[in-house]
């Protein structure tokens, strides 16, 4: 039994490494073959740190706007029974599987200059269209499920009796909601909303479409591959690796290290 078990992990640690291997070579090839000339030389271009800035900025902005109208939501599906149910989660999920650029197109249909809520509020001077408030939607639309499905799952593990008592002793519902679930299950909807930012500042299809300026890293790395080619783009595309792989260190370390209390 136990050769058999060793045999097991071995053929599974084997296939599990090889899934990791693909995702480790592309972004140590992506570091190894760039200098630290070139690293410094696009570190301290001003349009590479307008474009970092803008990126993580936009993405922080679609954060908030989904843990504000996300949460609730996750609330609802983790602890409601009601009709459509099913659908309303559907919904949720419709993002991840709609092509991103498709997703762009429709946004661009919804939030141009001439789309379903464009042409009321152009007039009103609030455009979306080649401006921060169109990238933020467009990061907004593509990460949103990985915020609700995420803090829904962690709601759904609540002990409802908590909840149950506080209800009892006179708690109010908002009262129990703030107090009791979710003290209960912020770390998963701090993971949730960690994985949306990253998603967000990973996001091109969508962006490109609805936003092309001012240009988020994602594009300015396309725009400068497609114009100056592979020498121009990496340096910028291993910048973006460097520094979103050292905030998402920060940020899980410092938010969801599970060892402290």
Not at 91 to 112: C, E, K, Q, R
Request: net charge positive.
């Amino acid at each position: 039994m136990k050769k058999k078990n060793q045999f097991f992990n071995i053929v599974f640690s084997a296939l599990g490494g090889l899934l990791l291997l693909f995702i480790i070579l592309p972004l140590i090839s992506i570091l190894l073959g760039t200098t630290p000339k070139t690293l410094w030389l696009a570190l301290v271009d001003a349009e590479v740190l307008r474009s970092i800035g803008l990126t993580f900025g936009a993405a922080a902005v679609a954060t908030l706007l989904a843990v504000c109208t996300g949460v609730p939501l996750a609330f609802l599906l983790a602890r409601r029974k009601f009709r459509g149910k099913r659908l309303v989660e559907a919904l949720v999920n419709l993002p991840i599987v709609i092509p991103h650029t498709a997703a762009g197109v429709a946004l661009l249909l919804v939030f141009g200059r001439r789309g379903l809520l464009g042409q009321w509020l152009t007039p009103l001077g609030v455009t979306f269209t080649d401006n921060f408030a169109g990238i933020v939607v467009a990061m907004l639309f593509v990460s949103l499920p990985f915020l609700v499905n995420l803090s829904r799952e962690s709601f759904a593990l609540v002990d409802e009796e908590l909840e149950l008592v506080a209800l009892i002793d006179g708690a109010t519902p908002w009262q129990a909601f703030w107090h009791v679930s979710l003290p209960q299950a912020w770390r998963g909807v701090m993971a949730g909303a960690l994985m949306m930012w990253a998603r967000g500042i990973s996001e091109f299809g969508a962006v490109v479409i609805l936003a092309y300026h001012p240009k988020i890293v994602p594009v300015l790395v396309f725009e400068r591959f497609e114009g100056f080619g592979l020498v121009a783009a990496q340096p910028v595309a291993a910048l973006l690796v460097l520094v979103s792989l050292a905030t998402f260190i920060f940020l899980r370390l410092s938010l969801l290290n599970e060892n402290k209390e």
